[in-house]
């Protein structure tokens, strides 16, 4: 008798099932195990028949427009919390309460203060940030 899985077909149902998975915001690897079957048999059959993943594409897609569209009517109707987040994730820039510096990662204690004051002045938030506190950001000359 021959192990392994038995053989699933490609059908509509099949299709219908992964696009609702993948709207609710499933992993590839999450519809894999709701519908029993294996990773391996996914990304080998989706490489042979586009439908499955142009099927995990179009309920990703769906699921994420038919939340954008609540949080946005939510927004509009005066949820404070809902335009709150609109507003801090469409436009950070203007609407962030904290602004990260996260992209800063350096060891200063292991830099000369002209190598700590290159990198101030590299950087023009952080360089008008401490502009008012080190005067030497101001010169364009470097000694």
Same mark, same amino acid.
Request: glycine fraction near 2%; charge should be positive.
């Given at each position: 008798m021959k192990r392994g899985p038995?053989?699933?077909?490609?059908?509509?149902e099949l299709l219908e099932q992964i696009e609702h998975h993948a709207a609710r915001g499933l992993s590839q690897k999450q519809i894999c195990d709701a519908l029993g079957f294996s990773e391996t048999w996914w990304h080998a059959k989706k490489a042979e028949y586009s439908e499955l993943g142009e099927s995990y594409k179009k309920g990703s897609a769906s699921g994420l427009a038919d939340v954008t569209n609540a949080l946005y009517e +939510?927004?509009?109707?005066? +949820?404070?919390?809902?335009?709150?987040?609109?507003?801090?994730?469409?436009?950070? &820039?203007?609407?962030?309460?904290?602004?990260?510096?996260?992209?800063?990662?350096?060891?200063?204690?292991?830099?000369?203060?002209?190598?700590?004051?290159?990198?101030?002045?590299?950087?023009?938030?952080?360089?008008?940030?401490?502009? &008012?506190?080190?005067?030497?950001?101001?010169?364009t000359n470097d000694e």
């Open positions: 038995k053989p699933r077909q490609i059908t509509k +939510n927004a509009m109707s005066g +949820n404070p919390v809902s335009q709150i987040f609109f507003l801090k994730n469409r436009d950070p &820039n203007r609407w962030n309460d904290v602004k990260s510096i996260n992209h800063l990662q350096l060891n200063v204690s292991k830099m000369t203060d002209s190598q700590l004051l290159q990198e101030l002045k590299s950087d023009p938030v952080l360089s008008s940030t401490f502009q &008012n506190i080190i005067p030497q950001l101001d010169q």
